[in-house]
């Protein structure tokens, strides 16, 4: 077995990022600026803006974090997404998701300029996905697309089965997988809680994807011998030995189905730092796009 290591693999983008930005310094050009609004105090939420202004000051790009209170109302939140796409200085936004639940998610994602989207989410960016056009690829799909070419995984011909179908992960997921290009050329199947035979389809799956937020939900028995296996889930669970009191558990059940993988992504270290290494790609892109 082999460990898909998204640690390792999102270092070297990150590296070539660092070397982008220093030949811009030089050449006298705008450096990246990454604006992230967080609403409220939720833990992970907490955790992933938190990584991504790091990854930020690693790379030697610019980020700013606004930061609201769970009661902001939505109209405040739609009238800072006007003024981040109005702002030359910011070149790419995000709004960490989930919002409280009296903010339409949709319809804050729908208000960002698809030019400064860097999460790839706005219907402008997903339709030009589906089209193979150029535009911002959603940052958790991206990463493991990215992971499975760095990493020399053939995908061509196989068999790929992914569970979760969310707008974020495994729909998108199966649109860059079954593509005609180098990964993809993937035989999909894109299964949810209403599949039938789960256990039967994923046993045929060469590529088996995990993205269902149900720790260890995916077990040995439903993995065939050598099979590529790429864990999404992060949900955390309690765990007395931490002094946090608890720790971040994949959707895969690592210990046994490691065993009976060729390659397997760990969690956390899989594809949780692949996804902002997306993020930052998308970022620096969003730059470049404007010609600046
Ligand atoms: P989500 O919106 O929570 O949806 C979960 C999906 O799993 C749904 O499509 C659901 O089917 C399916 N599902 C639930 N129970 C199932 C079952 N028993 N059998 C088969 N399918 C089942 O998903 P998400 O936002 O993509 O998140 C999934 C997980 O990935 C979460 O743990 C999340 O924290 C994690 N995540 C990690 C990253 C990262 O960077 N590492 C990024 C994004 C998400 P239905 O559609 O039928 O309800």
Same mark, same amino acid.
């Given at each position: 077995?082999?460990?898909?290591?998204?640690?390792?693999?999102?270092?070297?983008?990150?590296?070539?990022?660092?070397?982008?930005?220093?030949?811009?310094?030089?050449?006298?050009?705008?450096?990246?600026?990454?604006?992230?609004?967080?609403?409220?105090?939720?833990?992970?939420?907490?955790?992933?803006?938190?990584?991504?202004?790091?990854?930020?000051?690693?790379?030697?790009?610019?980020?700013?974090?606004?930061?609201?209170?769970?009661?902001?109302?939505?109209?405040?939140?739609?009238?800072?997404?006007?003024?981040?796409?109005?702002?030359?200085?910011?070149?790419?936004?995000?709004?960490?998701?989930?919002?409280?639940?009296?903010?339409?998610?949709?319809?804050?994602?729908?208000?960002?300029?698809?030019?400064?989207?860097?999460?790839?989410?706005?219907?402008?960016?997903?339709?030009?996905?589906?089209?193979?056009?150029?535009?911002?690829?959603?940052?958790?799909?991206?990463?493991?697309?990215?992971?499975?070419?760095?990493?020399?995984?053939?995908?061509?011909?196989?068999?790929?089965?992914?569970?979760?179908?969310?707008?974020?992960?495994?729909?998108?997921?199966?649109?860059?997988?079954?593509?005609?290009?180098?990964?993809?050329?993937?035989?999909?199947?894109?299964?949810?809680?209403?599949?039938?035979?789960?256990?039967?389809?994923?046993?045929?799956?060469?590529?088996?994807?995990?993205?269902?937020?149900?720790? #260890?939900? %995916?077990?040995? +028995?439903? !993995?065939?011998?050598? @099979?590529?296996? $790429?864990?999404?889930?992060?949900?955390? =669970?309690?765990?007395?030995?931490?002094?946090?009191?608890?720790?971040?558990? #994949?959707? %895969?059940?690592? +210990?046994? !189905?490691?065993?009976? @993988?060729?390659? $397997?992504?760990?969690?956390?270290?899989? =594809?949780?730092?692949?996804?902002?290494?997306?993020?930052?790609?998308?970022?620096?892109?969003?730059?470049?796009?404007?010609?600046?």
């Amino acid at each position: 077995m082999k460990l898909l290591d998204g640690r390792h693999t999102s270092e070297e983008i990150r590296k070539e990022l660092s070397e982008a930005v220093l030949q811009r310094k030089k050449e006298g050009k705008k450096i990246p600026h990454l604006a992230a609004i967080l609403v409220g105090n939720d833990g992970g939420s907490l955790t992933y803006v938190g990584a991504k202004v790091k990854a930020c000051d690693q790379i030697g790009f610019e980020s700013t974090l606004i930061r609201y209170d769970d009661s902001v109302p939505e109209d405040i939140l739609l009238a800072k997404v006007q003024s981040l796409n109005e702002d030359k200085s910011i070149d790419g936004f995000i709004v960490q998701l989930p919002l409280p639940a009296h903010i339409d998610e949709l319809k804050i994602t729908q208000a960002i300029d698809p030019k400064k989207d860097v999460d790839g989410f706005h219907p402008v960016n997903l339709g030009n996905m589906v089209l193979n056009l150029p535009g911002f690829l959603p940052a958790t799909p991206a990463g493991i697309v990215e992971l499975l070419k760095r990493n020399h995984i053939e995908t061509e011909g196989k068999k790929c089965v992914i569970i979760g179908r969310s707008n974020i992960v495994g729909t998108p997921l199966s649109i860059l997988l079954a593509r005609n290009s180098n990964p993809g050329n993937c035989t999909v199947t894109l299964a949810h809680s209403k599949t039938e035979n789960l256990k039967e389809i994923c046993q045929q799956a060469d590529i088996l994807i995990a993205a269902i937020g149900r720790p #260890g939900f %995916v077990t040995a +028995d439903m !993995v065939k011998e050598g @099979a590529v296996v $790429i864990d999404v889930g992060t949900t955390r =669970v309690e765990d007395p030995s931490r002094a946090r009191g608890w720790r971040l558990k #994949g959707d %895969v059940d690592f +210990d046994e !189905v490691s065993k009976k @993988a060729s390659h $397997i992504t760990p969690v956390p270290g899989g =594809v949780g730092p692949m996804t902002i290494a997306s993020l930052m790609i998308n970022t620096l892109k969003a730059m470049e796009l404007k010609g600046k």
